[in-house]
C-alpha cells in the first residue's frame, strides 16, 4: 500500500477544481456524478449534499500524515457535504464525531482508509472505491468497455477488485502480474484474465490500468492517440514524456476518486 506524502494531498487540494473541470472534459463526469455512476446501474441520487462527515486523524503506526484529513475534508465538502476534521485524533476523535451526531467517518491508518456510516453501520473500504472509480472513468471516456480490450496492470487489491469491475462491464482483460502467486490467485477464483507481456499488451491494447505502486516504466513511444489510462496506481507507470502525450487521457490523482466513491458508497 502506498503512503501519500503530506506534498501529495497539499497538491490534490490546490487542483482538485481543474482535475475535475479535465475528468469532465474526457468522460462528461464530475466526481459526484462518477460516484453516483459508480455505486448503482442506472445512477441513483445519494444524499451527499449537507451529508454531516468527519474526517478523524489516527495517530497509530507511522503516525498523522500532515493535509491527509484536510483533503479528505476539501473533496467532500466539493461534493457538497458538511465535512470537518475532528479536533481530536483517534478514539477522543470517533467519539467528537459521535457526539456531533455526525452521519459518516472517514479515518485511516496505515493498513486501511475507511468510512462508517453511523446509522446503518455499513463500512466502505477505499480499495475496491479507488477501483470501481477509476473503472467508471475509463469506461466513460471510452464509450463504452464491451468487448474492448483492457490491459491491468497489478493485481494487487486495488488491481484485483479493477480486475472484477473491468470483467462485469464487459471487458477483454489483459494482465500484467509478475507475482506467480498474485496472478493464480485472481485465476483461481474464476477472473476471466489474459496474462501477457508488457510489450504484446501494450501493442494491443488503447485502454490502460495502472494499479502498480511502481512507476515510469512506460514511455511515450508506448502510447498513441487514442491511448486512454486510467491510473489509480501512485507513483504513476507512465513517465512524464507519456504522461504529456496522453494530457486528460492520463486520469491519475491521490484520492479525489476514491473518497468521492466511498461517501456516495458510505450513504446510498
Ligand atoms: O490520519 C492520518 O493522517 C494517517 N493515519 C493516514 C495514513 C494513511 C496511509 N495510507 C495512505 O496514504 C494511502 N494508502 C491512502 C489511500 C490512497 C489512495 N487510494
Ligand atoms: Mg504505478
Known amino acids: 500500500m502506498t503512503r501519500l506524502t503530506t506534498e501529495d494531498v497539499k497538491a490534490l487540494s490546490d487542483r482538485l ?4 473541470a479535465g475528468l469532465r472534459d474526457l468522460t462528461g463526469l464530475g466526481l459526484r456524478e462518477l ?3 459508480t455505486v448503482a446501474h442506472p445512477p ?3 444524499p451527499l449534499y449537507g451529508a454531516r462527515v468527519a474526517a478523524v486523524p489516527v495517530t497509530s503506526g507511522d503516525g498523522v500524515i500532515g493535509g491527509f484529513a484536510d483533503c479528505v475534508v476539501a473533496i467532500l465538502r466539493h461534493l457538497g457535504c458538511d465535512a470537518w476534521v475532528t479536533a481530536q485524533p483517534d478514539v477522543r476523535g470517533i467519539q467528537e464525531a459521535y457526539d456531533a451526531a455526525t452521519d459518516v467517518l472517514f479515518l485511516a491508518d496505515d493498513h486501511r482508509f475507511i ?12 480499495d475496491p472505491a479507488t477501483a470501481d472509480g477509476y473503472v467508471t472513468a475509463l469506461e466513460a471516456a471510452a464509450g463504452s468497455l464491451l468487448s474492448r480490450h483492457v490491459l491491468l496492470l497489478g493485481l494487487g487489491p486495488v488491481g484485483r477488485a479493477a480486475a472484477r469491475r473491468l470483467v462485469s462491464r464487459g471487458a477483454a482483460v489483459e494482465v500484467v502480474e509478475p507475482d506467480g502467486s498474485r496472478l493464480r490467485a485472481a ?12 510489450a504484446d499488451g501494450l501493442s494491443r491494447c488503447d485502454l490502460i490500468f495502472d494499479a502498480t505502486p511502481s512507476g515510469g516504466f512506460i514511455d511515450a513511444g508506448d502510447v498513441s492517440s487514442i491511448t486512454i489510462a486510467a ?5 504513476s ?6 504522461q504529456a502525450a ?20 458510505a450513504l446510498v
Open 246 to 265: 496522453l494530457g486528460a487521457r492520463h486520469i491519475h490523482e491521490p484520492l479525489a476518486i476514491g473518497v468521492a466513491v466511498m461517501a456516495a458508497r
Open 17 to 20: 477544481d481543474d482535475f475535475e
Open 115 to 126: 468510512a462508517l456510516n453511523t446509522r446503518t453501520a455499513r463500512c466502505v473500504d477505499d
Open 35 to 37: 460516484a453516483m455512476g
Open 237 to 242: 507507470a507512465f513517465t512524464p514524456a507519456a
Open 187 to 198: 485465476l483461481d477464483v474464476g477472473l476471466k484474465l489474459q496474462p501477457v507481456t508488457l
Open 44 to 46: 441513483v441520487c445519494v
Open 231 to 235: 491510473v489509480p496506481g501512485l507513483p
